[in-house]
């Protein structure tokens, strides 16, 4: 096993992997391996709006537009995780798949289908196409409200 890009010293807990990927298998594969390493939760990128995790196939923000596949491959990754946590990071929308109300359709759907209960918004949507990953940190609007609102 021994993978040294998976160690940490134990000072660093609580500690988080974050997987990327959209094949219930292979996630599930891989929460395998992390598991003897002792991570405290495990996490799938559903906000990465780069090119080269976007645009490589359906994996980082892309996975948004899929709510479906993202429970799949959630409850595979937690039926492998030996009781870790699982939860998602993901934006508020992608592209024009912004609304509140398809926000709080990916987050249902994600819920519903598999144990996630821990969602980590990053506030704003992102663009797939003409801007890169520094811009969508600053160009789309911050929307707080939908954050706060989606907890109630």
């Given amino acids: 096993l021994g993978c040294r ?8 807990h609580p500690i988080v992997c974050q997987l990327g990927g959209s094949n219930p298998d292979t996630l599930a594969q891989a929460v395998a391996r992390i598991v ?11 906000g990465c709006p ?3 995790v ?20 959630c409850a595979a990754m937690a039926a492998a995780s030996g009781g870790i ?4 990071k993901c934006r508020l929308g992608v592209d024009d798949v912004d609304s509140y109300e398809a926000l709080c359709k990916f987050v249902s759907t994600v819920a519903s289908g598999s ?11 992102c663009f ?5 990953p520094a ?10 409200e939908w954050v706060y609102a989606l907890k109630q």
């Fill in 50 to 52: 780069s090119d080269r």
């Fill in 85 to 88: 946590p699982i939860s998602v």
């Fill in 54 to 73: 976007a645009g490589a196939g359906c994996f980082g923000a892309t996975l948004m537009l899929q709510p479906d596949l993202v429970a799949q491959c």
């Fill in 115 to 125: 144990p996630v209960r821990h969602f980590i918004l990053h506030a704003r949507k």
């Fill in 36 to 46: 003897p390493y002792g991570y405290d939760e495990i996490n799938l990128n559903c």
């Fill in 5 to 12: 890009f998976l160690w940490f010293p134990p000072e660093q």
């Fill in 135 to 144: 811009e969508n940190r600053d160009v789309p609007p911050l929307r707080h």
């Fill in 128 to 132: 797939l196409k003409g801007l890169s």
